[in-house]
């Protein structure tokens, strides 16, 4: 069985998954049919693959995903469909958290919400200099922080998700979101190369490291924080569809009425500038 949005190589002991809806700017769907669904049939065919000791996944077009796509989806009216839409995305990163061998995202542009979600379950995240990392759904009332406490601590996951800014790459290396910066140019051959010296490792000893730090990880709060961190975005997802741009009108409104384009002149009333850029003199 094929794929539609995605493609999966292999070559030199590495799976290479590289998500390729450009036009979409490689915005994660939902459903059977969607690239979540793909992503995470080609994650298992690389564990399952003898040949394959690491997984690199990367992205075609200007931006390595810009979010959730929800284009298909019903309404939300009610909570158990945003229970239900949740647990979905809960699936999902379940999946990426739960492959065995190695899994490096090589992230170039933006990288944003669901994308930034995807990543976060990766096991290394390398970064293009013109990477951009961010929360933008904080902005029209939606969910995503919790997530990211266990790798940035809560002060920046609030930052990302009450300012709805995105921050750069050397930013997110500094909190630990991302392990390196590399120039755009280097992105790809040294993900591969990376992924090519753990493939190299002997596989079992790549395997049982891998499991042992993860079950360290949570141990350590990793886990207690997911269940308790998912209870409150639930509440906020259910609260979602009342959240109103600065004008008064309700976010929901203006997507149904005007699309992703009106939405995003919404959020101008909100801010345009940055406020990172502004106050810290350093460039990041």
């Excluded at 995202?105 to 994308?115: E, F, I, M």
């Excluded at 990766?122 to 970064?127: E, G, I, P, S």
């Excluded at 090519?196 to 709060?221: H, S």
Aim: hydrophobic content about 45%; charged content about 25%.
């Amino acid at each position: 069985m094929g794929f539609t949005h995605i493609r999966l190589e292999k070559r030199d002991g590495v799976a290479h998954l590289i998500l390729a809806r450009p036009d979409k700017l490689n915005a994660l769907g939902f459903g059977p049919e969607s690239n979540r669904s793909e992503i995470v049939r080609a994650l298992a065919q690389a564990d399952a693959d003898p040949d394959v000791g690491a997984i690199l996944i990367s992205a075609e077009g200007r931006a390595f995903c810009a979010g959730g796509d929800l284009s298909g989806l019903p309404r939300m009216d009610a909570a158990v469909q945003d229970e239900r839409l949740i647990a979905m995305v809960d699936g999902f990163h379940l999946s990426v958290r739960q492959t065995a061998k190695p899994v490096i995202a090589a992230v170039h542009g933006a990288c944003l919400g669901a994308g930034l979600g995807f990543i976060a379950q990766c096991d290394f995240v390398l970064a293009a200099d013109d990477a951009r990392f961010g929360l933008p759904e904080g902005r029209f009332g939606h969910p995503g922080g919790p997530e990211l406490v266990p790798l940035v601590g809560q002060a920046w996951a609030k930052f990302l998700i009450l300012t709805g800014e995105p921050i750069g790459a050397q930013r997110a290396a500094e909190i630990g979101l991302a392990l390196l910066v590399l120039e755009r140019e280097c992105l790809l051959p040294g993900a591969l190369e990376l992924a090519q010296r753990i493939a190299r490792m002997p596989r079992d000893a790549v395997r049982l490291n891998k499991a042992a730090i993860d079950r360290a990880g949570e141990a350590g709060g990793r886990a207690a924080a997911r269940v308790a961190g998912r209870a409150g975005d639930l509440i906020t997802k259910t609260r979602s569809h009342l959240a109103k741009a600065p004008d008064g009108r309700l976010f929901d409104d203006i997507l149904k009425a005007e699309g992703p384009q009106g939405l995003k002149q919404a959020q101008t009333q909100q801010y345009t500038e940055s406020w990172l850029e502004h106050y810290v003199d350093l460039p990041h």
